[in-house]
Protein backbone atom coordinates (compact mmCIF):
# COMPACT_ATOMS: atom_id res chain seq x y z
CA UNK A 1 0.00 0.00 0.00
CA UNK A 2 1.77 3.55 -1.13
CA UNK A 3 2.05 5.86 1.10
CA UNK A 4 2.13 10.28 0.17
CA UNK A 5 4.19 12.93 1.77
CA UNK A 6 3.27 15.07 4.63
CA UNK A 7 1.73 18.18 4.44
CA UNK A 8 2.11 21.44 6.04
CA UNK A 9 3.80 21.37 9.22
CA UNK A 10 1.43 22.40 12.57
CA UNK A 11 3.50 23.94 14.81
CA UNK A 12 2.40 22.95 18.37
CA UNK A 13 5.45 23.18 20.20
CA UNK A 14 5.62 26.89 20.60
CA UNK A 15 4.31 26.72 24.31
CA UNK A 16 5.19 30.32 26.13
CA UNK A 17 4.11 28.26 29.48
CA UNK A 18 6.50 25.16 28.68
CA UNK A 19 9.55 27.13 26.90
CA UNK A 20 11.32 23.66 26.64
CA UNK A 21 8.78 21.67 24.76
CA UNK A 22 9.97 21.48 21.56
CA UNK A 23 13.12 20.10 23.05
CA UNK A 24 11.65 17.39 25.21
CA UNK A 25 9.09 16.11 22.74
CA UNK A 26 12.17 15.91 19.44
CA UNK A 27 13.96 12.29 20.28
CA UNK A 28 16.78 13.22 18.78
CA UNK A 29 17.40 16.22 20.58
CA UNK A 30 17.01 14.78 24.39
CA UNK A 31 19.30 11.65 23.29
CA UNK A 32 21.93 13.76 23.53
CA UNK A 33 20.93 16.11 26.85
CA UNK A 34 19.68 12.99 28.45
CA UNK A 35 23.15 11.69 29.67
CA UNK A 36 24.07 15.05 31.29
CA UNK A 37 20.73 14.78 33.29
CA UNK A 38 21.27 10.92 34.54
CA UNK A 39 25.24 11.32 34.79
CA UNK A 40 24.32 13.79 37.34
CA UNK A 41 21.93 11.52 39.52
CA UNK A 42 24.71 8.73 39.54
CA UNK A 43 24.40 6.76 35.84
CA UNK A 44 27.98 4.79 35.59
CA UNK A 45 29.35 6.77 32.39
CA UNK A 46 30.26 3.78 31.04
CA UNK A 47 26.93 3.52 30.02
CA UNK A 48 25.60 5.39 26.79
CA UNK A 49 22.18 6.69 25.87
CA UNK A 50 22.39 5.42 22.04
CA UNK A 51 18.91 6.56 21.37
CA UNK A 52 15.90 7.68 22.32
CA UNK A 53 12.37 7.33 21.17
CA UNK A 54 9.51 9.25 22.80
CA UNK A 55 6.15 7.12 22.41
CA UNK A 56 3.73 8.93 24.17
CA UNK A 57 2.73 12.46 24.42
CA UNK A 58 0.11 13.93 26.71
CA UNK A 59 -0.51 17.12 25.81
CA UNK A 60 -2.40 20.06 27.82
CA UNK A 61 -1.71 23.43 26.01
CA UNK A 62 -0.20 26.53 28.61
CA UNK A 63 -0.58 23.36 31.51
CA UNK A 64 1.34 20.46 31.44
CA UNK A 65 2.79 17.71 28.97
CA UNK A 66 3.86 14.40 29.94
CA UNK A 67 6.20 12.47 27.42
CA UNK A 68 7.05 8.83 27.88
CA UNK A 69 10.58 8.12 26.24
CA UNK A 70 11.98 4.92 25.66
CA UNK A 71 16.14 5.19 26.10
CA UNK A 72 17.98 2.77 24.56
CA UNK A 73 21.65 2.02 26.40
CA UNK A 74 25.13 0.54 24.90
CA UNK A 75 28.08 -0.54 27.22
CA UNK A 76 31.41 -1.07 26.10
CA UNK A 77 31.00 -4.62 26.98
CA UNK A 78 28.64 -4.83 24.19
CA UNK A 79 25.15 -4.82 26.48
CA UNK A 80 22.27 -3.46 25.36
CA UNK A 81 19.04 -2.61 27.13
CA UNK A 82 16.22 -0.21 26.86
CA UNK A 83 14.27 1.56 29.61
CA UNK A 84 11.36 3.28 29.85
CA UNK A 85 11.14 7.02 31.64
CA UNK A 86 7.96 9.37 31.90
CA UNK A 87 8.32 13.05 32.24
CA UNK A 88 5.68 15.50 33.16
CA UNK A 89 6.61 19.19 32.08
CA UNK A 90 5.05 22.01 33.88
CA UNK A 91 5.90 25.59 34.12
CA UNK A 92 8.49 26.82 36.06
CA UNK A 93 7.18 26.98 39.34
CA UNK A 94 4.64 24.33 39.30
CA UNK A 95 6.82 22.23 38.62
CA UNK A 96 9.48 22.62 41.82
CA UNK A 97 6.51 22.86 44.17
CA UNK A 98 4.52 19.44 42.92
CA UNK A 99 7.71 18.23 43.10
CA UNK A 100 8.61 19.17 46.54
CA UNK A 101 5.03 17.49 47.25
CA UNK A 102 5.69 13.94 46.36
CA UNK A 103 6.23 11.43 49.30
CA UNK A 104 9.84 11.42 50.14
CA UNK A 105 11.83 8.68 48.97
CA UNK A 106 15.22 7.37 49.75
CA UNK A 107 15.33 3.90 48.29
CA UNK A 108 16.33 3.10 44.49
CA UNK A 109 13.89 2.63 41.70
CA UNK A 110 14.22 -1.19 42.20
CA UNK A 111 14.41 -0.80 37.83
CA UNK A 112 15.13 -4.14 35.86
CA UNK A 113 17.37 -2.08 33.83
CA UNK A 114 21.08 -3.13 35.45
CA UNK A 115 22.17 0.74 34.66
CA UNK A 116 19.48 2.75 35.67
CA UNK A 117 18.86 0.44 39.19
CA UNK A 118 21.41 2.45 41.29
CA UNK A 119 19.53 5.89 40.47
CA UNK A 120 16.65 7.95 42.31
CA UNK A 121 12.81 6.68 41.40
CA UNK A 122 12.16 10.51 41.09
CA UNK A 123 13.70 13.39 40.02
CA UNK A 124 13.34 17.20 38.65
CA UNK A 125 15.20 17.89 35.41
CA UNK A 126 15.27 21.87 36.53
CA UNK A 127 16.41 22.85 33.01
CA UNK A 128 13.35 21.26 31.35
CA UNK A 129 11.00 22.16 34.07
CA UNK A 130 10.39 18.28 34.06
CA UNK A 131 9.75 15.86 36.97
CA UNK A 132 11.42 12.45 35.97
CA UNK A 133 9.98 8.98 36.95
CA UNK A 134 12.23 5.82 36.18
CA UNK A 135 10.06 2.77 35.71
CA UNK A 136 8.69 1.05 37.00
CA UNK A 137 8.09 3.63 39.41
CA UNK A 138 4.69 5.49 39.13
CA UNK A 139 2.79 7.35 41.67
CA UNK A 140 -1.06 5.49 40.57
CA UNK A 141 0.60 1.78 39.86
CA UNK A 142 3.18 0.98 42.87
CA UNK A 143 2.72 -2.85 42.26
CA UNK A 144 4.80 -2.05 39.38
CA UNK A 145 7.87 -2.86 40.87
CA UNK A 146 6.41 -6.24 41.83
CA UNK A 147 5.37 -7.33 38.46
CA UNK A 148 8.78 -6.53 37.50
CA UNK A 149 10.84 -8.18 40.43
CA UNK A 150 12.31 -11.51 39.14
CA UNK A 151 11.85 -13.03 42.47
CA UNK A 152 7.89 -12.15 42.67
CA UNK A 153 7.65 -13.65 38.74
CA UNK A 154 9.30 -16.93 39.36
CA UNK A 155 7.24 -17.23 42.65
CA UNK A 156 3.89 -17.14 40.22
CA UNK A 157 5.24 -19.08 37.84
CA UNK A 158 6.07 -22.21 40.26
CA UNK A 159 2.89 -21.78 41.95
CA UNK A 160 1.11 -22.09 38.80
CA UNK A 161 2.80 -24.71 36.88
CA UNK A 162 -0.18 -26.58 35.14
CA UNK A 163 -1.11 -23.29 33.26
CA UNK A 164 2.19 -23.53 31.46
CA UNK A 165 1.53 -28.00 30.94
CA UNK A 166 4.24 -28.58 33.55
CA UNK A 167 3.74 -30.90 36.27
CA UNK A 168 4.64 -30.01 39.82
CA UNK A 169 6.15 -33.33 40.38
CA UNK A 170 8.75 -32.52 37.97
CA UNK A 171 10.37 -29.67 40.56
CA UNK A 172 10.85 -27.36 38.07
CA UNK A 173 12.88 -24.74 38.72
CA UNK A 174 13.00 -20.89 37.91
CA UNK A 175 16.72 -20.47 36.86
CA UNK A 176 15.87 -16.65 34.84
CA UNK A 177 13.84 -13.91 34.45
CA UNK A 178 13.37 -10.89 31.80
CA UNK A 179 10.88 -8.88 30.82
CA UNK A 180 10.55 -7.07 27.31
CA UNK A 181 8.72 -3.39 27.85
CA UNK A 182 5.56 -3.63 25.51
CA UNK A 183 3.09 -0.70 26.52
CA UNK A 184 2.60 2.21 28.79
CA UNK A 185 0.20 4.49 29.43
CA UNK A 186 1.36 5.77 32.39
CA UNK A 187 -0.85 6.14 35.59
CA UNK A 188 -3.57 3.65 33.63
CA UNK A 189 -2.27 0.72 32.08
CA UNK A 190 1.05 -1.33 31.61
CA UNK A 191 1.88 -4.42 28.80
CA UNK A 192 5.13 -6.36 29.53
CA UNK A 193 6.21 -9.42 27.83
CA UNK A 194 8.03 -12.27 30.43
CA UNK A 195 11.11 -14.51 29.47
CA UNK A 196 11.56 -17.08 31.89
CA UNK A 197 13.82 -20.28 31.87
CA UNK A 198 12.88 -23.11 33.84
CA UNK A 199 14.96 -27.00 35.04
CA UNK A 200 14.23 -29.60 36.08
CA UNK A 201 16.62 -31.77 38.43
CA UNK A 202 16.72 -34.69 35.71
CA UNK A 203 18.06 -31.96 33.30
CA UNK A 204 15.40 -30.50 30.83
CA UNK A 205 14.75 -26.96 30.15
CA UNK A 206 11.41 -24.98 29.55
CA UNK A 207 11.44 -21.38 27.91
CA UNK A 208 8.41 -20.10 28.81
CA UNK A 209 7.28 -16.42 27.39
CA UNK A 210 3.63 -14.67 28.35
CA UNK A 211 2.56 -11.36 28.94
CA UNK A 212 1.05 -9.04 32.10
CA UNK A 213 -1.21 -6.56 32.03
CA UNK A 214 -1.69 -4.22 34.85
CA UNK A 215 -4.15 -1.66 35.68
CA UNK A 216 -4.38 1.86 37.91
CA UNK A 217 -8.09 1.96 38.43
CA UNK A 218 -8.98 -1.40 40.35
CA UNK A 219 -10.95 -3.19 37.82
CA UNK A 220 -7.52 -6.06 36.52
CA UNK A 221 -10.03 -8.67 37.93
CA UNK A 222 -13.17 -7.62 36.48
CA UNK A 223 -11.17 -7.45 32.60
CA UNK A 224 -9.76 -10.85 33.50
CA UNK A 225 -12.99 -11.95 33.61
CA UNK A 226 -14.14 -10.84 30.70
CA UNK A 227 -11.11 -11.77 28.68
CA UNK A 228 -12.14 -15.09 30.28
CA UNK A 229 -15.55 -15.28 28.76
CA UNK A 230 -14.37 -14.01 25.47
CA UNK A 231 -11.94 -16.81 25.05
CA UNK A 232 -14.39 -19.29 26.13
CA UNK A 233 -16.99 -18.21 23.84
CA UNK A 234 -15.22 -17.02 21.07
CA UNK A 235 -12.21 -20.22 20.36
CA UNK A 236 -14.64 -22.81 19.94
CA UNK A 237 -17.03 -23.85 17.40
CA UNK A 238 -18.29 -22.60 13.87
CA UNK A 239 -16.08 -19.03 13.20
CA UNK A 240 -13.68 -19.73 15.87
CA UNK A 241 -11.24 -16.87 16.62
CA UNK A 242 -7.55 -16.82 17.81
CA UNK A 243 -7.05 -14.80 20.96
CA UNK A 244 -4.24 -15.78 23.12
CA UNK A 245 -5.18 -17.69 26.16
CA UNK A 246 -6.06 -15.87 29.51
CA UNK A 247 -4.09 -17.56 32.23
CA UNK A 248 -4.77 -16.08 35.43
CA UNK A 249 -4.99 -13.50 37.69
CA UNK A 250 -2.33 -12.23 40.18
CA UNK A 251 -4.08 -10.74 43.53
CA UNK A 252 -1.09 -9.40 45.19
CA UNK A 253 0.27 -7.19 41.82
CA UNK A 254 -3.56 -6.33 40.47
CA UNK A 255 -2.28 -8.24 37.35
CA UNK A 256 -3.40 -10.98 35.30
CA UNK A 257 -0.76 -12.88 33.07
CA UNK A 258 -2.09 -14.01 29.39
CA UNK A 259 -0.98 -16.76 26.98
CA UNK A 260 1.83 -15.06 24.02
CA UNK A 261 0.49 -15.69 20.33
CA UNK A 262 3.08 -15.04 18.43
CA UNK A 263 2.80 -12.46 15.26
CA UNK A 264 3.42 -9.40 14.62
CA UNK A 265 1.46 -6.37 15.31
CA UNK A 266 -0.84 -6.04 11.89
CA UNK A 267 -0.64 -2.30 12.22
CA UNK A 268 2.98 -2.15 11.58
CA UNK A 269 3.10 -4.20 8.84
CA UNK A 270 -0.03 -3.32 6.80
CA UNK A 271 1.68 -1.93 3.92
CA UNK A 272 3.24 -4.90 3.07
CA UNK A 273 0.18 -6.68 2.88
CA UNK A 274 -1.66 -7.80 0.32
CA UNK A 275 -5.24 -6.22 0.91
CA UNK A 276 -7.33 -8.09 -1.65
CA UNK A 277 -6.22 -11.05 0.33
CA UNK A 278 -6.10 -9.39 3.85
CA UNK A 279 -9.12 -7.09 3.94
CA UNK A 280 -12.10 -10.36 3.51
CA UNK A 281 -9.75 -12.35 6.10
CA UNK A 282 -9.78 -8.83 8.42
CA UNK A 283 -14.35 -9.01 7.85
CA UNK A 284 -14.47 -12.73 8.61
CA UNK A 285 -13.09 -12.21 12.12
CA UNK A 286 -15.57 -9.17 13.15
CA UNK A 287 -18.28 -10.91 11.68
CA UNK A 288 -17.60 -14.41 13.25
CA UNK A 289 -17.22 -12.17 16.74
CA UNK A 290 -20.82 -10.29 15.53
CA UNK A 291 -22.19 -13.86 15.01
CA UNK A 292 -21.29 -15.12 18.72
CA UNK A 293 -23.60 -15.67 21.67
CA UNK A 294 -22.16 -14.59 24.72
CA UNK A 295 -24.47 -14.41 27.91
CA UNK A 296 -24.53 -11.77 30.39
CA UNK A 297 -22.41 -8.33 28.30
CA UNK A 298 -23.18 -5.16 29.59
CA UNK A 299 -24.39 -2.70 26.92
CA UNK A 300 -22.21 -0.98 24.97
CA UNK A 301 -22.17 2.93 24.72
CA UNK A 302 -25.50 4.02 22.52
CA UNK A 303 -25.10 6.31 20.21
CA UNK A 304 -26.61 9.36 22.79
CA UNK A 305 -23.37 8.31 24.80
CA UNK A 306 -20.80 8.06 21.61
CA UNK A 307 -22.89 11.22 20.62
CA UNK A 308 -21.85 13.38 23.72
CA UNK A 309 -18.01 12.09 23.43
CA UNK A 310 -17.99 13.73 20.64
CA UNK A 311 -19.67 16.86 21.41
CA UNK A 312 -17.24 17.09 24.15
CA UNK A 313 -14.13 16.56 21.45
CA UNK A 314 -15.28 18.57 19.19
CA UNK A 315 -15.44 21.60 21.38
CA UNK A 316 -11.71 20.76 22.22
CA UNK A 317 -10.55 20.31 18.66
CA UNK A 318 -12.23 23.51 17.87
CA UNK A 319 -10.28 25.68 20.38
CA UNK A 320 -7.14 24.12 19.25
CA UNK A 321 -7.39 24.32 15.55
CA UNK A 322 -9.68 27.20 14.68
CA UNK A 323 -9.42 26.65 11.40
CA UNK A 324 -11.52 23.76 11.39
CA UNK A 325 -13.82 25.59 13.05
CA UNK A 326 -16.29 25.56 10.15
CA UNK A 327 -15.78 21.85 9.33
CA UNK A 328 -16.30 20.69 13.06
CA UNK A 329 -19.61 22.70 13.27
CA UNK A 330 -21.04 21.57 9.91
CA UNK A 331 -20.16 17.94 11.10
CA UNK A 332 -22.03 18.25 15.07
CA UNK A 333 -24.64 19.69 12.98
CA UNK A 334 -25.40 16.49 10.84
CA UNK A 335 -24.43 14.14 13.79
CA UNK A 336 -27.33 15.90 15.85
CA UNK A 337 -29.81 15.68 12.62
CA UNK A 338 -29.02 12.18 11.89
CA UNK A 339 -29.40 11.10 15.80
CA UNK A 340 -32.75 11.13 16.92
CA UNK A 341 -33.63 9.45 13.54
CA UNK A 342 -31.08 6.21 13.62
CA UNK A 343 -32.27 5.71 17.15
CA UNK A 344 -35.60 4.78 16.09
CA UNK A 345 -34.14 2.35 13.46
CA UNK A 346 -34.15 -1.11 14.97
CA UNK A 347 -30.49 -2.05 14.81
CA UNK A 348 -28.93 -5.85 16.15
CA UNK A 349 -27.41 -6.52 19.22
CA UNK A 350 -24.63 -8.51 19.41
CA UNK A 351 -21.32 -8.99 20.99
CA UNK A 352 -19.24 -6.11 20.01
CA UNK A 353 -15.33 -5.89 20.81
CA UNK A 354 -15.84 -2.11 21.60
CA UNK A 355 -12.26 -0.75 20.17
CA UNK A 356 -12.17 -2.89 17.22
CA UNK A 357 -9.07 -0.96 15.05
CA UNK A 358 -6.69 -2.05 13.18
CA UNK A 359 -4.32 -1.91 16.10
CA UNK A 360 -6.11 -4.58 17.44
CA UNK A 361 -5.00 -7.25 15.13
CA UNK A 362 -2.25 -9.58 15.24
CA UNK A 363 -1.22 -11.37 11.60
CA UNK A 364 0.97 -14.50 11.50
CA UNK A 365 1.38 -15.93 7.72
CA UNK A 366 -2.25 -16.51 6.91
CA UNK A 367 -3.97 -16.81 10.78
CA UNK A 368 -5.34 -13.43 12.50
CA UNK A 369 -5.57 -12.70 16.35
CA UNK A 370 -7.57 -10.19 18.00
CA UNK A 371 -6.75 -8.83 21.15
CA UNK A 372 -7.45 -6.03 24.13
CA UNK A 373 -11.03 -7.32 25.35
CA UNK A 374 -11.77 -4.76 28.12
CA UNK A 375 -14.69 -2.96 25.81
CA UNK A 376 -16.41 -6.65 25.13
CA UNK A 377 -20.34 -5.39 25.56
CA UNK A 378 -23.26 -6.50 23.79
CA UNK A 379 -24.21 -3.64 21.25
CA UNK A 380 -24.78 -2.36 17.50
CA UNK A 381 -22.12 -4.43 15.71
CA UNK A 382 -21.88 -1.57 12.75
CA UNK A 383 -20.25 0.60 15.51
CA UNK A 384 -17.32 -1.64 15.18
CA UNK A 385 -17.10 -1.80 11.37
CA UNK A 386 -17.23 1.78 11.55
CA UNK A 387 -14.43 2.02 14.03
CA UNK A 388 -12.34 -0.14 12.27
CA UNK A 389 -13.22 1.77 9.11
CA UNK A 390 -12.02 4.67 10.94
CA UNK A 391 -8.52 3.17 12.22
CA UNK A 392 -7.72 2.74 9.00
CA UNK A 393 -8.91 6.16 7.48
CA UNK A 394 -6.48 7.47 10.07
CA UNK A 395 -3.32 6.14 8.69
CA UNK A 396 -3.49 8.10 5.62
CA UNK A 397 -3.09 10.92 8.12
CA UNK A 398 -0.68 9.27 10.91
CA UNK A 399 1.53 6.79 8.02
CA UNK A 400 0.79 8.57 5.09
CA UNK A 401 -1.29 6.17 3.31
CA UNK A 402 -2.20 6.65 -0.14
CA UNK A 403 -6.24 7.80 0.06
CA UNK A 404 -7.10 5.59 -2.95
CA UNK A 405 -5.52 2.47 -1.93
CA UNK A 406 -7.68 2.92 1.66
CA UNK A 407 -10.83 3.39 -0.18
CA UNK A 408 -10.36 0.77 -2.32
CA UNK A 409 -9.31 -1.83 0.53
CA UNK A 410 -12.44 -0.54 3.02
CA UNK A 411 -14.89 -1.15 -0.12
CA UNK A 412 -13.78 -4.76 -0.23
CA UNK A 413 -13.75 -4.66 3.35
CA UNK A 414 -17.70 -3.80 3.36
CA UNK A 415 -18.44 -5.84 0.87
CA UNK A 416 -17.07 -8.75 2.64
CA UNK A 417 -18.18 -8.27 5.87
CA UNK A 418 -21.42 -7.17 4.68
CA UNK A 419 -21.71 -10.88 2.85
CA UNK A 420 -20.85 -12.32 5.95
CA UNK A 421 -23.84 -11.41 8.29
CA UNK A 422 -27.17 -11.46 7.81
CA UNK A 423 -28.42 -7.77 8.58
CA UNK A 424 -27.93 -4.96 6.30
CA UNK A 425 -25.11 -2.48 6.67
CA UNK A 426 -26.70 0.47 6.61
CA UNK A 427 -24.12 3.07 4.86
CA UNK A 428 -25.77 5.93 6.88
CA UNK A 429 -25.64 4.31 10.14
CA UNK A 430 -21.91 3.77 8.94
CA UNK A 431 -20.97 6.85 8.47
CA UNK A 432 -22.57 8.40 10.85
CA UNK A 433 -19.96 6.07 14.21
CA UNK A 434 -17.23 6.85 11.75
CA UNK A 435 -17.51 10.04 11.50
CA UNK A 436 -18.10 10.28 15.23
CA UNK A 437 -14.76 7.90 15.84
CA UNK A 438 -13.00 10.01 13.38
CA UNK A 439 -13.31 13.62 15.27
CA UNK A 440 -12.46 12.00 18.63
CA UNK A 441 -8.79 10.21 16.44
CA UNK A 442 -8.22 13.78 15.58
CA UNK A 443 -8.60 14.72 18.61
CA UNK A 444 -6.42 12.58 20.17
CA UNK A 445 -3.79 13.64 17.49
CA UNK A 446 -3.60 17.18 19.03
CA UNK A 447 -3.44 15.40 22.98
CA UNK A 448 -0.89 12.64 21.73
CA UNK A 449 1.07 15.64 19.61
CA UNK A 450 0.99 13.19 16.38
CA UNK A 451 3.33 15.07 14.32
CA UNK A 452 2.49 13.31 11.27
CA UNK A 453 -1.53 13.19 11.43
CA UNK A 454 -0.75 16.74 12.62
CA UNK A 455 0.62 18.25 9.26
CA UNK A 456 -2.45 16.25 7.53
CA UNK A 457 -5.57 17.59 10.06
CA UNK A 458 -6.36 20.23 7.09
CA UNK A 459 -6.03 18.38 4.03
CA UNK A 460 -6.61 14.64 4.40
CA UNK A 461 -8.50 14.92 7.62
CA UNK A 462 -10.57 17.35 6.59
CA UNK A 463 -11.37 14.90 3.04
CA UNK A 464 -12.07 12.44 5.06
CA UNK A 465 -14.62 14.14 7.15
CA UNK A 466 -16.30 15.75 3.97
CA UNK A 467 -16.52 12.21 2.35
CA UNK A 468 -18.31 11.33 5.63
CA UNK A 469 -20.69 13.89 5.55
CA UNK A 470 -21.83 13.31 1.87
CA UNK A 471 -22.81 9.88 2.71
CA UNK A 472 -24.79 10.55 5.58
CA UNK A 473 -26.42 12.97 3.35
CA UNK A 474 -26.93 10.63 0.32
CA UNK A 475 -28.39 7.72 2.21
CA UNK A 476 -30.72 9.86 4.42
Given at each position: ????????????F????????????????????????????????????????????????????????????????????????????????????????????????????????????????????????I????????M??????????????????P??????????????????????????????????????????????????????????????????????????????????????????????????????????V??????????????G??????Q?????????????????????????L?????????????????????????????A????????????????????????????????????????????????????????????????????????????????????????A?????????????????????????????????A?M????
Open positions: MSTRSAGCQTDFNDTSLPGLATAVDGGRMAEIFPRHLFALGLNPDWRVSRCAVEKIYYRPHKRCGILYRLHFHHPAQTETNEWLYGEMLPKDDALKHFKKLPARSEHNHSACTCLSTLPATSLWQDLNMILWFPHDPAMTLARVVAPEAVAQSVAAHLWFGLSPAAAWRVVATSCDRIKLMPGKRCVLRHHVKLVAPAGPTRDLTFYSKTYGDGKTRSRFAALTTAYEHLTSGTGAINIPRPLFFLEESDTYWQEEWPGQALVEFAEQDWRELMPRLAVIAALHKRINGLSPAPALDGIYREVTQDAAKTKLLPPLAGLLAAAMARLHAHKENLEQQAPATPVHGACRIEQFLIRGPELALIDFDALALGDPLADVAEFIASLRYLELSRGFASADVTAALTLFCESYAARTPWPCDRRRLAWYALFFITKLYAATKNCDRRALQELHTAGREICEGWLMEAHA
